[in-house]
């Protein structure tokens, strides 16, 4: 059992790590006010080589697998929620959808152009009546000649107005539902009848942008159609399976960022004449944060290296999640109790991670969806 990083993954962690203290922190602030992740940061991580980090080699990849997306996840939300969720829309569930679903000949199209992020990629699979259950999805991709005409609205997605392709599911066979009725589409941005609407207002993660996607008619090659007719269900459910790993890692660098920051508070603030670090109940919730990190850690890295094993790790990557994202809600609430006034004050940047955090139970399956998916297992695999 080896539980180091390898020689590449500790020179893409410190990569990031440099990126993230250099670029990302000095402006999280200006990101969140301004609602808005410059492109210049994408464009920085492009010439850095992370946009390809888990794309394999062979399709113009760093090859790092999840375990890679994972580290620079983790890495680029020490600094700044929006601009990971930003990052991982692309990186993760948009480029992994091509990776899980895709022919040979998309992947050779598709993923050299995605590793540089000369192509962007985002992933569109809710609607306003199918979060949960998106097998109820009633946006349609009807045959016609050698095309697909696509009609419906997505919602919720994640870069949908700055992504040059998106991963579009639709109902093909309504009779068939989530098994055998769903198709995926690679949709180009630019088609006729591709439509960006709202954009959402959100409590947390503001610099991310996040919008409704319209598809009146959108005429779509078949060639663009992403895996058979009706594996959409399927390569969905597999691309989340990594999104949600990728996500888990996201909370491991938040709850990392709330925790170091509750330390170095704690043994500044003054009370009753000694630092609050001497003070127990102090020390126990710190005590609770360190053990919650260890947690997620282990998860985090063991669930990224059986994805990378060619393993089944559906309900690890759940059970990541969940973990993860209720973990980070303790934590980010005991770094708001620590700091005290000082933690609720819009002035210091723990008020930011604590609504940073909320979504993480909720987006990408929220935690009673994970429980479902874990439950589901057990009962049907054992263990
Ligand atoms: N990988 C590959 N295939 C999968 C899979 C996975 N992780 N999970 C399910 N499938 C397959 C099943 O094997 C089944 O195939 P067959 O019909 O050939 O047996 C098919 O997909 C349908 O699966 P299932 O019957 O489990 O579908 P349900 O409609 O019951 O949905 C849940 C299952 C609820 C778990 C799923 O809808 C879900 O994850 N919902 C949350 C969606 C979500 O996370 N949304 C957030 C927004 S996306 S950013």
Redesign the pocket.
């Known amino acids: 059992m080896d539980f180091e990083f390898s020689d590449e993954l500790r020179m893409v962690r410190d990569l990031a790590r440099e990126f993230t203290d250099n670029s990302v922190r000095p402006i999280s602030a200006d990101i969140e006010r301004n609602h808005c992740v410059p492109r210049a940061l994408i464009d920085e991580m492009s010439e850095l080589g992370l946009m390809g980090v888990a794309i394999p080699e062979e399709y113009g990849g760093t090859g790092l697998g999840e375990m890679g997306l994972c580290v620079v996840m983790e890495e680029l939300t020490r600094g700044d929620f929006s601009v990971a969720v930003t990052y991982g829309a692309h990186a993760s ?1 948009g480029a992994m959808s091509v990776v899980v679903g895709g022919t040979e000949e998309q992947k050779q199209r598709f993923l050299p152009q995605m590793a540089q992020g000369r192509v962007l990629g985002a ?1 569109a ?2 609607e306003a009546n199918a ?5 109820a999805m009633t946006t349609t991709a009807v045959r016609d000649g050698a095309d697909w005409i696509l009609r419906g609205e997505k919602v ?1 997605i994640t870069n949908g107005d700055s992504a040059d392709i998106v991963t579009v599911y639709a109902v093909t066979d309504k009779a068939r539902g ?3 009725g769903i198709t995926a589409f690679l949709v180009p941005s630019n088609s006729k009848g591709f439509a960006v609407g709202k954009r959402e207002e959100k409590m947390g993660q503001r610099g991310s942008s996040t919008v409704t996607l319209a598809f009146d008619d959108v005429r779509v090659a078949d060639a663009q159609r992403l895996g058979a007719v009706g594996d959409g ?2 390569i969905a ?2 691309t ?2 990594r ?1 949600r790993l990728a996500l888990a890692a996201n909370c491991l660098g938040c709850a990392r960022e709330a925790h170091a920051l509750s330390v170095s508070y704690s043994k500044e603030r003054i009370a009753f004449g000694k630092p609050i670090a001497e003070l127990q109940a102090i020390q126990w919730m710190l005590a609770d944060s360190a053990a919650e990190i260890y947690a997620m850690e282990s998860m985090v890295y063991r669930t990224a290296w059986l994805c990378d094993a060619g393993q089944r790790f ?1 309900r690890e990557s759940a059970i990541a999640k969940l973990f993860a994202s209720e973990a980070l809600d303790r934590i980010v609430d005991r770094a708001v109790q620590i700091h005290g006034g000082m933690g609720y004050s819009a002035e210091f940047v723990i008020e930011k991670l604590y609504r940073d955090a909320r979504v993480t139970r909720i ?3 929220t935690s009673e ?1 994970q429980r ?2 874990i439950a ?1 297992d057990v009962l049907k695999n054992g263990g």
Not at 131 to 135: I, K
Request: net charge negative; hydrophobic share 35%; aromatic share 14%.
């Open positions: 569930i992933y699979l809710s979060g949960s259950d998106p097998g919720w989530a098994s055998g269900f399927k459910m597999g989340l399976d999104g559906s987006y990408e399956g969806i479902l998916v589901r």
